[in-house]
């Protein structure tokens, strides 16, 4: 979908730098664009439970991030390791950053851990590495001696903590599980005491970005998920019920997605996601998305609109950045409700 990469700009003075409570405000009340249609909504994302219902899912990814990048030597040059993707309990794929390394280098890491590149990834500049270390002595060290990965637009380092959803509990993505940062514990509340009914999965999130302006092919970023029994039995008996199952981030609505069938039907599954959404798919399991503002270049943006005609999509993001909202994990976020697409 070209005509999408070449949409708009993003202003550098709209990259958030800084987590809203580093700003004097709440998780939740960075702002919201509420999309329905023609219609949008410009409020706070504590507003959020003014545009539920009474029976509606919200649906959210309780993946909680690992500090994914792990720095050391290789062939007496300093370089680190981006974590993507765990292959099984000593390898991993990972983004080498720092140089030019083939298959066979050894990486000199922290504490005498060391980690052999012994192939390359399901695509390029990913590449297979295998640790000295497997299983519960690997994890730990990534947990002693990790970073949180930080993009370029990200000034300062921050704590693992801030990378992290209130509700995060399965360890196992590499990037933040970002659109549902804003939700504070009283934001559930409020959905609670208005009848809103929430359900978790899991999808461990990949690298989103290779650096060097180089983005994951959308066709080649596999991703680990898991779907539980409850989840999916309440996805299918709201749905039943005519209510709305809302998708809180991109990652729920590739899970969810690749585990519906024609009905709508929706089977507690776990596996690995190679599904790719854009302009003509056709959702079956979503009905809205609270998802944050995505860059032109990001796959992220193509998903959108599956849930809404381009047109529509443009004018609300040419008012976000007209209106001054915030881009990235730290940014504000968007509610999008699907329309009836013709196919």
Same mark, same amino acid.
């Given at each position: 979908?070209?005509?999408?990469?070449?949409?708009?700009?993003?202003?550098?003075?709209?990259?958030?730098?800084?987590?809203?409570?580093?700003?004097?405000?709440?998780?939740?009340?960075?702002?919201?664009?509420?999309?329905? *249609?023609?219609?949008?909504?410009?409020?706070?994302?504590?507003?959020?439970?003014?545009?539920?219902?009474?029976?509606?899912?919200?649906?959210?990814?309780?993946?909680?991030?690992?500090?994914?990048?792990?720095?050391?030597?290789?062939?007496?040059?300093?370089?680190?390791?981006?974590?993507?993707?765990?292959?099984?309990?000593?390898?991993?794929?990972?983004?080498?950053? *720092?140089?030019?390394?083939?298959?066979?280098?050894?990486?000199?890491?922290?504490?005498?851990?060391?980690?052999?590149?012994?192939?390359?990834?399901?695509?390029?500049?990913?590449?297979?590495?295998?640790?000295?270390? *497997?299983?519960?002595?690997?994890?730990?060290?990534?947990?002693?001696?990790?970073?949180?990965?930080?993009?370029?637009?990200?000034?300062?380092?921050?704590?693992?903590?801030?990378?992290?959803?209130?509700?995060?509990?399965?360890?196992?993505?590499?990037?933040?599980?970002?659109?549902?940062?804003?939700?504070?514990?009283?934001?559930?509340?409020?959905?609670?005491?208005?009848?809103?009914?929430?359900?978790?999965?899991?999808?461990?999130?990949?690298?989103?970005?290779?650096?060097?302006?180089?983005?994951?092919?959308?066709?080649?970023?596999?991703?680990?998920?898991?779907?539980?029994?409850?989840?999916?039995?309440?996805?299918?008996?709201?749905?039943?019920?005519?209510?709305?199952?809302?998708?809180?981030?991109?990652?729920?609505?590739?899970?969810?997605?690749?585990?519906?069938?024609?009905?709508?039907?929706?089977?507690?599954?776990?596996?690995?996601?190679?599904?790719?959404?854009?302009?003509?798919?056709?959702?079956?399991?979503?009905?809205?998305?609270?998802?944050?503002?995505?860059?032109?270049?990001?796959?992220?943006?193509?998903?959108?609109?599956?849930?809404?005609?381009?047109?529509?999509?443009?004018?609300?993001?040419?008012?976000?950045?007209?209106?001054?909202?915030?881009?990235?994990?730290?940014?504000?976020?968007?509610?999008?409700?699907?329309?009836?697409?013709?196919?």
């Amino acid at each position: 979908m070209t005509a999408i990469n070449n949409a708009f700009e993003i202003p550098q003075s709209l990259n958030a730098k800084v987590p809203a409570e580093q700003r004097g405000a709440g998780r939740d009340d960075v702002r919201l664009m509420v999309m329905n *249609g023609e219609e949008i909504h410009h409020e706070r994302f504590s507003s959020l439970p003014d545009f539920m219902e009474e029976g509606d899912l919200l649906v959210f990814n309780n993946s909680r991030t690992i500090p994914a990048v792990l720095k050391g030597k290789a062939c007496n040059r300093e370089m680190e390791i981006r974590l993507s993707r765990q292959l099984d309990d000593q390898r991993w794929e990972a983004l080498i950053w *720092g140089g030019l390394f083939s298959a066979g280098d050894e990486l000199e890491l922290k504490n005498g851990v060391k980690a052999v590149i012994t192939g390359t990834g399901n695509e390029k500049p990913l590449v297979t590495i295998d640790f000295s270390i *497997g299983g519960v002595d690997l994890i730990d060290y990534i947990y002693s001696y990790g970073e949180p990965i930080r993009y370029e637009y990200i000034d300062s380092p921050w704590t693992l903590d801030v990378y992290q959803t209130a509700y995060a509990s399965v360890p196992g993505s590499v990037e933040m599980a970002s659109a549902g940062r804003a939700f504070s514990w009283r934001m559930f509340e409020k959905l609670k005491e208005k009848g809103v009914r929430t359900a978790f999965l899991t999808l461990h999130t990949g690298l989103s970005y290779y650096g060097n302006d180089r983005w994951p092919n959308p066709q080649k970023h596999p991703e680990a998920f898991h779907i539980p029994e409850e989840t999916a039995k309440l996805i299918n008996a709201v749905r039943e019920k005519k209510g709305r199952v809302i998708a809180v981030g991109t990652t729920v609505v590739r899970a969810l997605e690749t585990a519906v069938d024609e009905k709508g039907y929706v089977s507690a599954s776990k596996g690995i996601t190679n599904l790719y959404i854009q302009k003509d798919y056709q959702l079956k399991a979503i009905d809205g998305l609270v998802t944050g503002l995505h860059e032109p270049e990001a796959t992220h943006l193509e998903m959108l609109a599956a849930f809404t005609y381009e047109h529509h999509l443009f004018d609300a993001y040419r008012q976000a950045l007209k209106k001054g909202y915030l881009w990235h994990e730290f940014g504000d976020m968007n509610l999008i409700f699907a329309e009836r697409l013709k196919s």
